[in-house]
C-alpha cells in the first residue's frame, strides 16, 4: 500500500531525527526501565495565537493517553511554506478558508470519510469547509470550530437610549439615525485595517441577501464572461447590497479612515460606540479593556423581512492530514483524539466558537447567545468576502468606496478583476 | 612586468559567491523560470509561455503600482538629497556640539523601518490632526493617511526621514576630502559661501551624489515596510507600490503572475540603474 511506502521511504527530517534519538533513547534505559516502545513523533501545525497553550495541554493529554507517541506542536499564520517544502505536518489545524481550498482542490490533503468522528459532524456545517473546493471522493477537512459572527452592542448604551434591537433594514436605520442624533457614535469602524472591513460591512450587507456559495459557484462558471450583462455579477447581484453599505457607512465615526481594529476595539470596550461588526475575536479583545461591559450580539438585518437574517460564520479552525504525512494512522488517533465530545465541547465553549458535531450543547456565554439560534437553525453563511482571492485587494476598494460614497466603480472593479483572474485561471 | 594575483586572493571570494550565488542567484533564476509557468507555490504546473507577461501589461492594477513607485521614488529622491547634503554642510562646519549633532542626526537610520512606521502611523493618525484643530487650522484636522490625494506624502516624508542620515554620512565623508586650501583660495580670489558651494563643493562630491542617487532611487523603488506599516498600500489603492503587490500574490496564490511582476520589476530597476549611471558619466570632477 502506497502509505506504507511512504511510511518508510518518505520520513520526514524532524520525526526520523526524533525517532533516532528515541531509539537511543530506549537503547540506553530500555534494559532499566520498561518504557514503552517509542512509536515516532507527530507534528502538529495550528493557527491561532490565542490557543496555543490551550492546544499545548491538550496534546500533553493525548501523549499520556498514546503511550509510545509524541507530538510536537508548533504554530504559524502561514499555511504555504510547509507544503511549499513538501514538509507539511501530520495533522493541521487551520482556518479552512479559500487559501486552504487551493490544497484541498489540488488533492493535498488525505480522505477522513472513513474516521468515526467525520460521521459525527453536522452535514451542514460540513458543507460549509466544502464551499470554497473540494477533492472528487474525499473528505479533505473536519470542520472542528465555527465562529458566528454578528452586531456586536453596547447593552447599556441601548438601554440608556431605550432602542430596542433592530430585526428590519428600516428599524436598523432608524436605531442609528436616534443614536446620531444622541451625539452617540452608532456603529464604530475601523477603516485603516482592511480586513474588518471587509468582514463586517460588506459581508453583513451581502450574507442575508445573496446566497454567497451560490453566487460564487455560478461566477466561477462564468469566469471571464462576467459583466453587468451575465447571469451573475458583482454589479448587478451586490447591487442593493452595496446600497445598504454605503448607507450604514453614513453611520461610521468620523475618523473611520485611520483607525485600526485595536483602535477599535478600545473605543467599544470605552463604551465610545454603540454598535462594532466584529465576530467573536474582539469579544475576548474588548472583555481586556473592560471585563464587566454589558455586550450583546444580533445578526445585522439588511431587509424588511425579519426571518432574512443570518449570522455571519466561518470554519475558524478545520483540521486535516496531509497526503504526505510520515504516518497517517498516528495522525488519524489524534484527530479522533481532538473529535472526542469532552474535547471539542470544551475548547469550543472556552473559546466562544460552537462545536461542529451533530451533539454539540450551545454556546452558553451571554455575550453570543443573541446568535445561538442562528447556528441552530444552520441560518448562516460564510461571508462574500472569504470568497474572494487576496490578490484583489478587495479592503482597499472599500476603503475609497466608503471614503466617496461611490460603491459602484467598486462593483465594476471586482468584476474586472474577477475576469483578469479567471482567463489565468487564478479565481481560487 | 605582468604581476601575477596569489591564488589565495580567489579563495576569499568563494565564501561570497557561495552564499551570493545559493541565496540570491539561484531563488532569482528559480523565480524567473516559474513566471513562464502557472505555478501557484505547490502542486503541479505547466508551461503558459509569456501569457502572465501578456496578462500583466493589461492589469491596471499592476500599471498603478509602477506608476505610484516611479513618481514616489522620483520625489523622494530629490528632497533626500537636497536635505542630506544641507545638513552635511551643516555638520561639516565648524560648530559647537558637532559630535552630538551627528549622532542625533544619524538616530532615524538605527531603527527599523517597521518601527519608524508604525512610529509616524501614530503622529499621523493622532497627534497631528490633534495639534490641527488645537490652533483651528483646518486641512490637517483631518488626517493625511485617510486622504487618498495626500497619503502618499506621508510615505514620502517617512522614507525621507529615514534615508536622510545615511546620504548625510556620506556627503559628509565627501566633504572632508575636500582640501580646506581650495577654499582659502578661492576666498581670496573674492568668492562668497553660495559661489564656493557651487564651484567648489558640488563638483568635488559629484561621485558621492551619483552614489547616493542611485541607492536612493534603487531603495526606494523596493519601498515595502514603511507603507506596510503607515498605510498599507491604502487608502483604496492609492499607495500600492509594486512590492506590495508582488508580496499580495503569495498569499492569494497568485505565486507565477507575481514571480512575473517581479522579474520586469528586476529588469526595470537595473535599466533605471544604468541610465543615471550614463546620465552622470564624465560630470565627477576629479582633483
Redesign the interface.
Known sequence: MSSDVRHTTMLGRRSFLARAAGVALVGAFGAACSAPESRGTLRFYEQKQEVIAYFDKLLRAFEAEHPGLSVVHDSTS?I?PQ??RNDPADVGCFNANL?LA??VE???LSDLSHLPSAATIRPDIGKLAEQYATFPGRTSVLPYSLAAAGVIYNRKIFADHRLPVPTTWTEFVDVCTELKRAGVVPVYAT????WTIWQGLFDYSVGSLVDTAEFFRTMKELGTDVGPDSEVSFQKTFAVAMERAKTISTFFNA?Q???SYEDGNLAFGKGQAAMYLQGPWAIGQIALVDPKLDIGTFALPVSENPNDRKARVNVDLGLYIPQRSADVPAAAELVEFLMRPDVINAYNQDNLAYATTKTAPPQRDPRLAGLQTYVDRGAFYQGAGTFI?????L???L??AI?SGDFDTMLRQLD??WR?LA????T? | MKRRVEPVYYLFLVPTLVLFTAFVVGPALVGIFYSFT?Y?????WSFIGL??YL?LF????ILQSYTFTLGFAAVTVIIAQVIALGLAVGLSSRIRFLASLRSVFVLPMVLSGIVVAYVFSFL??NTL?AAATAIGFAPLE??I????DLAWLSIVIVSAWQTIPGAMLVYIGGLTAIPADLYEVSALDGAGPWRQFRSITVPLISGFIVINTILGVKGYLGAYDVIVGLT???????T?SVAVTIF???????YA?QMTNATIFFVLTVLISIVQLIATRGRMVRL
Do not use: C, K
Not at chain 1, 191 to 194: E, L, M
Not at chain 1, 389 to 393: E, N
Not at chain 2, 40 to 44: C, D, L, M
Open positions: 502561514s504555504a507544503f511549499v487559501e487551493r490544497y489540488r488533492g493535498q477603516g485603516r485595517t482592511t475618523d479612515a485611520v483607525r482571492p487576496t490578490s484583489i485587494p479592503g482597499n476598494y476603503q475609497a471614503g474586472a478583476d483578469r482567463r489565468r485561471g487564478a481560487t | 502557472d501557484i507555490g505547490v502542486g503541479t501569457s502572465n496578462a493589461d492589469d491596471p492594477a499621523f493618525s490632526p483631518q488626517s493617511l485617510g486622504n487618498p498599507g498600500g491604502g487608502p483604496g489603492t492609492s500600492r499580495g500574490g503569495f498569499t492569494g496564490g497568485d503572475y
